[in-house]
């Protein structure tokens, strides 16, 4: 293809460069717009403020869309998906992505995990058997259970008060199974046994019990294994376990309880007042 001339080069820059070119091919409000925004800017070319102050067509419709936007959100309100902070907490559903405390979803499922857990607290505490009926313990007893821990495991106000301060320890089902394994070795009938036995072990030695005693795993394997036809002696290996820890962890804080004092500065002192 011939060059064009440099002649026929002038014609069309000017051509092109003017705005009648542009006006031809934009439509006609936005030609006249940019028509008129052309001239102005040559007219105040010396100015730069003037310049500045030019604003495309596009521009001024953004502008007016901003406009028209929060004056529709006012009039309609927040959507239906959408709530504020002040509502959330009783508005929010199960597909809460935040994951916050005041979520509403949370805050029932939480409520629903706590009922079974505390109906089960209540009907353990019903549960639990009574004390041993046992006339009150004399200075001369409640001084002999310093000795030793079998002074203390001895008589029944002796295990009635240790398993007072056992239960301020939330250890009491401790005293609770090795009560029992004595109860259970006093059975001769085949049937009382069996029936005992799978009581024994479905309150202490089941890992699904609330009242579950620690036990090592040799002890757990033995009962086990025996509790197809258990006899009265099936618990004495996990009734002696159960004693040693008795012994060793909770009698030396028995010794030193608030409960032991004041029961013999209480029979102390009725003792000189006598």
């Known amino acids: 293809m011939p060059s064009p001339s440099q002649d026929n080069q002038e014609c069309l820059q000017k051509h092109f460069s003017g705005p009648s070119m542009w006006k031809q ?14 001239h102005q800017t040559m007219e105040n070319e010396g100015s730069p403020e003037a310049v500045r102050d030019v604003k495309p067509v596009g521009s001024e419709r953004t502008e007016v869309r901003k406009r028209q936007m929060p004056a529709a959100q ?6 239906p998906g959408q709530h504020g902070a002040g509502s959330r907490g009783s508005n929010a559903c199960c597909f809460c992505w935040c994951c916050c405390c005041s979520c509403s979803c949370l805050t029932v499922r939480n409520q629903e995990e706590q009922r079974p857990r505390r109906a089960s607290h209540e009907l353990r505490r ?3 058997p009574t004390c041993e009926e046992s006339p009150s313990p004399t200075l001369e007893e409640v001084s002999a259970w310093a000795q030793s821990f079998d002074k203390v495991m001895l008589t029944p106000a002796g295990r009635n008060a240790f398993r007072e301060f056992l239960r301020t320890e939330f250890s009491e089902e401790n005293m609770l199974f090795w009560m029992a394994c004595e109860e259970l070795k006093k059975e001769a009938n085949k049937t009382v046994i ?24 040799r002890v757990r394997e033995v009962i086990n294994r025996n509790m ?15 004693y040693t820890l008795m012994h060793r962890d909770s009698y030396p804080r028995f010794m030193n309880s608030a409960l032991y004092k004041d029961l013999l500065q209480s029979l102390s002192e009725k003792s000189v007042e006598a």
């Open 25 to 38: 091919l934009l439509p006609l409000p936005r030609a006249e717009g940019y028509n008129a925004n052309i």
């Open 74 to 79: 006012e009039t309609t309100g927040p959507a």
């Open 126 to 128: 019903e549960d639990l």
């Open 194 to 217: 069996e029936e005992k036995a799978r009581t024994i072990y479905e309150d202490y030695i089941s890992i699904l019990s609330p009242k579950e005693v620690s036990l090592d795993s």
């Open 228 to 242: 197809g036809e258990p006899s009265q002696h099936i618990f004495d290996d996990a009734q002696l376990q159960i």
